[in-house]
């Protein structure tokens, strides 16, 4: 693989690193909006096709942080904190429009989906971070809970309990703001792609 190890230290191309990350998470966005349309899951596509699409759309498919670093940037926190944010793909605000507009057909497909970027991409990756035992185990049941609401959400909407599913929303939110507040225990290191 490539590594950005003898770049990083020697202090050139470090602006690069940033764009490089955010251009891979856009090259995930657009997949993860094709998928959608086109009924297909996430999960269906190979690992190595995300891996190879985000390489040839120019991003790195790993970064090694910089020995000495203050704090670990690990991609996967940076990109749950734009989820939260109402930056990243999106989805948390339109999920958030669906519910109020009471639109719940696209309210059952997108949360199977949104699960799958979330729990298998993101969270997952940030977890590998981690080096503290305790955090890891903080981070998979945050995990866990973050699938179970989105679950729950998908349930309610075809149940057409959609106050009940509002509240499974506001949850959801906690649940990412909680993992998120993990990230002081990421280590410097080799961050894996997701």
Do not use: H, W
């Not at 891979?24 to 096709?49: D, E, I, N, T």
């Not at 605000?93 to 997108?110: F, G, Q, R, S, Y």
């Not at 729990?119 to 990756?125: D, I, P, Q, Y």
């Amino acid at each position: 693989g490539f590594s950005l190890f003898p770049l990083l230290s020697s202090g050139l191309f470090e602006g690069q690193v940033e764009a490089a990350m955010v251009l891979r998470s856009q090259v995930f966005l657009l997949l993860f909006f094709f998928c959608v349309a086109r009924g297909m899951s996430v999960q269906s596509v190979p690992r190595r096709a995300l891996f190879s699409a985000a390489a040839a759309a120019g991003a790195a498919p790993s970064v090694l942080l910089r020995e000495g670093a203050s704090a670990a940037k690990v991609e996967e926190f940076e990109l749950l904190k734009a989820e939260l944010a109402g930056r990243g793909t999106g989805g948390l605000t339109t999920l958030e429009a669906l519910l109020e507009k009471e639109d719940t057909a696209p309210i059952v497909k997108m949360t199977k989906e949104y699960c799958a970027y979330l729990k298998g991409s993101l969270m997952a990756g940030a977890r590998k971070s981690l080096g503290d035992d305790d955090a890891k185990d903080e981070a998979k049941r945050l995990t866990d809970a973050v699938q179970e609401d989105l679950i729950a959400i998908n349930k309610l909407v075809r149940r057409d309990d959609l106050p009940q599913a509002r509240t499974y929303y506001g949850t959801l939110k906690s649940d990412l703001a909680a993992f998120i507040a993990l990230e002081q225990f990421a280590v410097v290191g080799t961050v894996a792609p997701p």
